[in-house]
């Protein structure tokens, strides 16, 4: 499964942002989805994840009420829509997949990664 993310880039403190991620290659009938983040010398983060209907999310503490994930499976792609961001939203922004049939939780773990993609906000 190879994960293409795309609309990072550098924005100024309270802008927004888009993101989107679509999975080619092998994938599977159905797959949750997420985004997480990695900031310079931070652990991986999760950001937001999204279930295969739809019907569950999951946001992190920090971006809830900015952020919201979303999803079109006729398109076979996902979104994280970023409003008034921050400079401590500064991060590699990663896609990542699970694959529904394995069993467990859409919150993860997830098995597939996208190349990431910068977002960085300015002060």
């Known amino acids: 499964v190879q994960l293409v993310e795309s609309g990072g880039g550098l924005v100024q403190a309270a802008d927004s942002l888009s993101l989107s991620c679509v999975p080619s290659g092998r994938t599977f009938s159905r797959y949750d989805m997420g985004w997480f983040r990695q900031a310079p010398g931070k652990e991986c983060e999760v950001v937001a994840v999204?279930?295969?209907?739809?019907?569950?999310?999951y946001y992190a503490e920090s971006v809830k009420g900015r952020f919201t994930i979303s999803r079109d499976n006729g398109k076979s792609t996902v979104y994280l829509q970023m409003n008034s961001l921050k400079p401590e939203d500064t991060a590699v922004y990663y896609c990542a997949v699970r694959d529904v049939d394995t069993g467990g939780a859409y919150t993860g773990p997830y098995d597939y990664w996208g190349q990431g993609t910068q977002v960085t906000v300015s002060s």
């Open positions: 999204i279930a295969w209907s739809g019907a569950s999310t």
